[in-house]
């Protein structure tokens, strides 16, 4: 059994996804399979993994027969990945030297926790990387190696992305943990696992490489498909719902909304904008304080 299963979905990605492996398979640390989604991609990303698959045993390429978006496209991964833990990385981005032996290094110093939380750094179309993300920095001084999120709330505010984690596997499929679909398919993935997780851990190293404003990335532009973020919510709002133990969880994540659906809002094109305001007044149903909080940051 590999130590990680690292799940990839590709979609139109023939420029980057060949410098996306490279980066993994040049890994001091090689303990690991890499699951390549051919979400349904016309521009040759499905001969270009098919090609690296050929070459080095550690790489599997899985193809959908048409597109079903990235969600669909790491569940199909994670019913192939048969490791310890579990990582994705998203097919235009960049993991850098040295990564995945530093997070094995953490997993092991905080005694195999459900979940690790490591460190990002973004970079643009030249290549030129920013300073780090520090979410995990800013949280870690004074925390316990290893904590629930009743002992560090303040985690539910760092981005919900899957590729900033590193998850115990078998932790993943007792609870049967998945993707939605739709646009912000990672909020609820990343919501469930840290609301349910026994144990938790931070890792201060930055072990990607964030590619920022691809052309056609997903949630790049304006789209009405960003209303999708209510849909999320209300997953995540469900999830709660079926396990009575989260309910006070529900006004954190009300609090957590407040800080992205403003730029939600500014993706949403202009005629959808009254059915923004309709579904925020739906979501923060209850608590006219927080709607009117978040008016006065729309109209701001």
Not at 47 to 67: F, G, S, W
Not at 251 to 263: A, F
Request: with cysteine; glycine share 8%; hydrophobic share 40%.
């Amino acid at each position: 059994m590999p130590r990680f299963s690292i799940v990839m979905p590709a979609f139109e990605v023939a420029a980057y996804l060949g410098s996306c492996l490279d980066s993994l398979l040049a890994q001091s640390f090689d303990d690991f399979e890499v699951l390549v989604v051919d979400d349904g991609s016309t521009d040759g990303s499905g001969a270009i993994m098919d090609q690296y698959a050929e070459k080095d045993p550690r790489v599997t390429a899985l193809h959908l027969a048409e597109n079903q978006g990235p969600g669909e496209a790491r569940n199909f991964g994670l019913a192939h990945a048969i490791s310890e833990y579990l990582m994705f990385v998203d097919s235009d981005d960049l993991v850098p030297e040295g990564a995945l032996e530093s997070i094995n290094h953490r997993l092991k110093a905080t005694g195999d926790p459900d979940v690790l939380v490591h460190d990002f750094a973004g970079f643009r179309e030249e290549g030129n990387i920013e300073p780090p993300n520090g979410f995990p920095d800013k949280v870690i001084n004074g925390q316990p190696a290893v904590f629930t999120l009743s002992q560090n709330p303040d985690i539910l505010v760092m981005p919900f992305a899957p590729w900033n984690k590193t998850y115990r596997r078998e932790f993943i499929v007792q609870h049967r943990f998945g993707f939605p679909n739709g646009y912000y398919e990672d909020m609820l993935w990343s919501w469930e696992n840290l609301l349910t997780a026994q144990n938790i851990a931070l890792h201060d190293a930055v072990c990607l490489h964030y590619r920022r404003d691809r052309p056609g990335s997903i949630t790049g532009g304006p789209d009405a498909r960003h209303l999708d973020i209510f849909t999320q919510y209300q997953r995540v709002f469900e999830f709660i719902a079926s396990n009575p133990e989260l309910a006070r969880w529900r006004t954190k994540i009300l609090e957590v909304s407040l800080i992205g659906l403003p730029r939600q809002y500014r993706l949403v094109p202009p005629d959808d904008r009254p059915e923004f305001h309709r579904r925020c007044a739906e979501h923060f149903a209850g608590r006219p304080d927080m709607l009117d909080r978040l008016r006065r940051d729309l109209d701001g």
